[in-house]
């Protein structure tokens, strides 16, 4: 790269430039930035009302960030499975439900608080069994709905 008298730099491809058929990478993502934002606005909003609804007490297993996380999970690997068996889902399906929703909703954040706190208050062991409980539950619960969705769904086909 060289600089200009102006100051500018110079020496990269500008758009004009730009190989054919090379599009710029933010150019025609807008429909799913926004599907991603409505539906995390819409799982933040759901994982905000669960925790308004049944907080969990100091030093206590957080059963409802552990409930969300699990049944998230859940829901995604129902999500995943039925999308691909979808001859053709809309573009927006996944982006919108699985990234958005379900990635506003389930919440590593704040399972990574929650156990910071709960070892920083002397609960060791609880943050200890809130870790393994969750990645356990997490990982067995998208195991499962997956495989009892295509069960299903083989089930409807072979009618």
Do not use: K
Request: glycine content about 14%.
């Amino acid at each position: 790269m060289s600089t200009t008298r102006a100051g500018t730099v110079t020496g990269g491809p500008s758009p004009r430039t730009r190989p054919p058929g090379r599009r710029p990478v933010a150019r025609g993502q807008g429909a799913v930035v926004c599907a991603v934002s409505l539906g995390g606005g819409a799982g933040a909003a759901a994982r905000y009302g669960a925790g308004l609804l049944w907080p969990a007490p100091a030093g206590a297993f957080p059963w409802t960030t552990f409930l969300i996380n699990v049944v998230g999970c859940a829901l995604i690997g129902v999500l995943l499975t039925v999308i691909g068996e979808l001859a053709a889902p809309h573009r927006l399906l996944r982006p919108f439900l699985g990234t958005g929703v379900l990635g506003g909703f389930t919440t590593f954040s704040t399972y990574a608080v929650d156990v910071q706190r709960l070892t920083e208050d002397g609960h060791v062991a609880t943050a200890l069994a809130y870790l393994a409980a969750t990645l356990l539950a997490a990982l067995a619960a998208v195991w499962a709905a997956s495989a009892a969705t295509r069960a299903v769904l083989l089930r409807r086909s072979a009618r």
